[in-house]
T-cell receptor
Framework: DAEITQSPRHKITETGRQVTLACHQT?????MFWYRQDLGHGLRLIHY???????NKGEVSDGYSVSRSNTEDLPLTLESAASSQTSVYFC????????????FGNGTRLTVT | KNEVEQSPQNLTAQEGEFITINCSYS?????LHWLQQHPGGGIVSLFM???GKKKHGRLIATINIQEKHSSLHITASHPRDSAVYIC????????????FGQGTRLTINP
């Protein structure tokens, strides 16, 4: 069965370190998204991609970057981790078309100390 | 003002009760999504709808485009329905980028 997987599930890192969260989907979806989820906020969009070599900033993109070198993967990099980036991160993918469902990974809980 | 507002934020009910969760939005949409986030954290898509009503098992979602309002109903609720329910709408008509409500935490007691 097709799936979307995130790794690691949990990560503790120190302030200032570079961190990369992996997202891999086997749905062959063009669209991939990274969200963060924090108490008091809904899911907020960090970056998204509509296809290979396409990346776009979301509403909370500062301090994050992504790259899309193939259809399956959209890694999220925190260039210099900050405590404000402690959060749960979700990757999602969808097919083209406004009525395509989103498929979510299981999330990565990141703690920056 | 949030673009997507859900109510109530928290809801506790007894097993068997009829549940209604509401979602109001201020942006134009092509499709509204209802999602379920399990206590373990996983998120699954329940419905996408752009008009009328959809039903899946004991879950029913309705939308009124003119009033910019959607409801999610659960009939004969069960403790396994306990989860956070989230609605989301596209930021731009026809786009894939979504803006999410803050979620409704539902607890069904046996």
């Amino acid at each position: 069965d097709a799936e979307i997987t995130q790794s690691p599930r949990h990560k503790i890192t120190e302030t200032g370190r570079q961190v990369t969260l992996a997202c891999h989907q086997t749905w062959n979806h063009n669209n991939m998204f990274w969200y963060r989820q924090d108490l008091g906020h809904g899911l907020r969009l960090i970056h998204y991609s509509y296809g290979v070599q396409d990346t776009n900033k979301g509403e909370v993109s500062d301090g994050y970057s992504v790259s899309r070198s193939n259809t399956e993967d959209l890694p999220l990099t925190l260039e210099s981790a900050a405590s404000s980036q402690t959060s749960v991160y979700f990757c999602a993918s969808s097919d083209d078309g406004w009525n395509s469902p989103l498929h979510f990974g299981n999330g990565t809980r990141l703690t920056v100390t | 003002k949030n673009e997507v507002e859900q109510s109530p934020q928290n809801l506790t009910a007894q097993e068997g009760e009829f549940i209604t969760i509401n979602c109001s939005y201020s942006v134009g949409i092509s499709a509204l999504h209802w999602l379920q986030q399990h206590p373990g954290g996983g998120i699954v898509s329940l419905f996408m709808l752009s008009s009328g009503k959809k039903k899946h098992g004991r879950l029913i979602a309705t939308i009124n485009i003119q009033e910019k309002h959607s409801s999610l109903h659960i009939t004969a609720s069960h403790p396994r329905d306990s989860a956070v329910y989230i609605c989301a709408v596209p930021l731009i008509q026809g786009a894939q980028k979504l803006v999410f409500g803050q979620g409704t935490r539902l607890t069904i007691n046996p």
